[in-house]
């Protein structure tokens, strides 16, 4: 049985760092697609970072790595802000599957991160 189980979120101040955590059973993440998404308030749930891709609106402030002895995936969040608050979902799906929201084949239950302005 395959689960991503997110963890890291939480409360922080404009301008300041969180690191996001997804630590994956049932799966090799090194054999995966592993995607980082969020859903703000209202909104439709988004593409964040995956493999080598970033959304613009992160680029430059969000870094993903893998830890493939921990079989965990990282988001390395600094600089946030307000807009970056969202529940922080990671998914993963076959190697080399273009990181779309409706192609990924397994999802944690979510993070939720609040930046204060």
């Known amino acids: 049985q395959v689960q991503l189980v997110e963890s890291g979120g939480g409360l922080v101040q404009a301008g300041g760092s969180l690191r996001l955590s997804c630590a994956a059973s049932g799966l090799i993440v090194s054999r995966y697609s592993v995607g980082w998404f969020r859903r703000a308030p209202g909104k439709e749930r988004e593409f964040v970072a995956g493999d080598t891709r970033y959304a613009d609106s992160i680029k430059g402030r969000f870094t993903i790595t893998r830890d493939n002895a921990k079989n965990t995936v990282y988001l390395q969040m600094n600089s946030l802000k307000p807009d970056d608050t969202a529940v922080y979902y990671c998914?993963?799906?076959?190697?080399?599957?273009?990181?779309?929201?409706?192609?990924?084949?397994?999802w944690g239950k979510g993070t939720l991160v609040t930046v204060s302005s």
């Open positions: 998914a993963a799906a076959q190697w080399g599957t273009t990181l779309n929201d409706s192609d990924m084949s397994y």
